[in-house]
């Protein structure tokens, strides 16, 4: 099917292209400004898509511009979905990526989707502000939002822990600087995120929202032993209070249970990677991008 992709340039956006092209989809990406509404309506109307993943965003927590959130990640929202809305024939499905995010600091873990939303910053706010405001088409459109938990792999921005990480431990540096390192996070593998979306594009429940997780949480600690023991090599960990987030979440691990139920009904097996495996994927990619 002809998928119309956002955010096709980006990180995931690239694997999602990769994984797609080899189930024998056609991508077409979305290259319009978010906030340009005519720009958005005028190259959804000359796609005229089958099914949609939205994964354009502003993605960093800790961007500078807080309006910008906003902006992109819930108004740009808005003029994807006035568009999509408005084509002749409109599409089978529209999978919209949200965010783990927006579950803020929860008592229970691991989260399921019907945990309350609680958001401590403004690209969590502006990503929950983004569902709501998609309910109001879902009487138009065949919506599935996706709250994926931390994934990385090659090529994410440095400026995110793993890959941070990755690269210091792949340059032999003594020192890295960061901020709470006894955050627990999952740190599972695009590949296995851009899966899921497939999946989800094929088979998930328009109105539903979706884990993407895997449900096995990391500390910093134990992804920098495994690097160590990987690399042949020690970093060591400095805590930089300027890196250090006044609204940290301290634990974000996922229930994937409604996602695996789905998986299992349409007899789809999603592949995750060990830590070590992502890893080593990593570092061996670095090494090749340095050489």
């Known amino acids: 099917m ?9 990180f995931t956006g690239r694997f999602f292209t990769d994984a ?5 989809h056609h991508v077409v990406a979305l290259t319009a400004n ?3 509404r005519e720009a958005v309506h005028q190259q959804v109307q000359q796609a005229a898509p089958d ?3 939205h994964l354009a965003a502003i993605s960093f927590v800790g ?8 902006a992109v990640n819930t108004v740009g929202t808005c003029h994807l979905l006035q568009a999509l809305a408005a084509l002749p024939l409109r599409p089978t499905k529209v999978l919209l990526a949200s965010s783990a995010n ?3 600091n929860c008592e229970s873990s691991p989260i399921a989707e019907t945990q309350a939303p609680a958001p401590v910053n403004h690209y969590a706010m502006s990503k929950l502000a983004m569902e709501h405001m998609a309910r109001t088409y879902m009487d ?10 931390n994934y990385t792999g090659p090529g994410q921005a440095p400026n995110f822990v793993i890959p941070k990480l990755v690269s210091h431990y ?13 955050v627990e996070r999952e740190f599972n593998d695009v590949r296995m995120v851009c899966d899921a979306y497939l999946a989800l594009l094929a088979h998930g429940q328009p109105g539903e929202v979706y884990n993407v997780c895997s449900g096995q949480p990391y500390t910093l600690q134990q992804v920098m032993d495994t690097l160590a023991d990987l690399a042949g090599h020690a970093v060591e960990a400095q805590v930089n209070p300027a890196f250090v987030r006044a609204n940290e979440v301290h634990r974000l691990c996922g229930n994937p249970a409604r996602l695996q139920q789905l998986c299992a009904a349409a007899n789809i097996t999603l592949k995750q990677p060990s830590l070590r495996e992502m890893l080593q994927w990593m570092l061996d990619q670095a090494h090749a991008d340095r050489h």
């Open 170 to 182: 792949g340059r032999r540096a003594p020192v890295v600087e960061l901020g709470n390192v006894q």
């Open 51 to 53: 099914a949609v993943v």
């Open 140 to 149: 138009r459109l065949p919506i599935v939002i996706t709250r994926p938990f």
């Open 2 to 10: 002809k998928i119309l992709l956002t955010g096709a340039a980006g």
């Open 63 to 70: 961007h500078a511009d807080d309006a910008a959130f906003y």
């Open 34 to 36: 978010l906030t340009d």
């Open 20 to 24: 797609a092209r080899a189930a024998g």
């Open 102 to 104: 927006i579950y803020g």
